[in-house]
């Protein structure tokens, strides 16, 4: 071996020494990349499946609502009809009417669930969106460092932990959302 490929070979040995710390950068982003993803992803889910309660909460809603516009109408009809036992129809007048009770606090309630589902869908989606972007960011900071690869420039490297850094902070103002 001559000594000029010795030297080349030792020039190239501290070359790469020097970019070890690029290399980790990039494999700890991408590392952040793949949490930030399954993160995200469970966000969306949750999203969705709270929607889908909420769905359900207001079809329970609509039956009793349905139900309950049913029992007004035979409670008019009976008002207007004229009926032979009387007395009959003034005790099925009161069963109606004590359903007819029963029915509008459970609307309410229905209607509540329903509401606060909602909500909890907008405070899922605003997390997920916020996961989306940090993944975003946290991809766009690993690519540009992986420049500094190529180029051997730092700048690069410096850019993409930029990027990188907003990521994380997007990911730590997921978990702050109310």
């Known amino acids: 071996m001559e000594a000029n490929e010795a030297q080349e070979l030792q020039e190239n040995a501290e070359h790469g020494a020097s970019m070890r710390p690029v290399a980790f950068t990039m494999s ?3 590392v952040l990349v793949a949490v930030t993803t399954v993160l995200g992803h469970r966000t969306h889910t949750e999203a ?43 005790k099925l007048a009161k069963s109606y009417a004590d359903h007819q009770k029963k029915w509008d606090d459970e609307l309410n309630d229905a ?24 993944e975003a960011l946290l991809e766009i900071g690993l690519v540009i460092s992986s420049v500094t690869l190529l180029t051997r420039s730092r700048i690069y490297w410096y850019l993409g932990i930029v990027f990188s850094l907003a990521g994380v902070l997007s990911v730590v103002s997921a978990f702050f959302l109310k």
């Open 28 to 30: 700890l982003l991408a």
């Open 111 to 134: 209607q509540k669930k329903a509401t606060d589902l909602e909500a909890d869908v907008a405070k899922a989606e605003a997390r997920a969106n916020r996961f989306d972007l940090a």
């Open 48 to 90: 969705v499946l709270t929607q889908n309660r909420a769905t359900d909460e207001w079809n329970y809603y609509q039956a009793h609502k349905i139900r309950s516009n049913d029992t007004e109408l035979a409670q008019d009809l009976l008002g207007v009809l004229s009926v032979a036992n009387k007395d009959a129809a003034d």
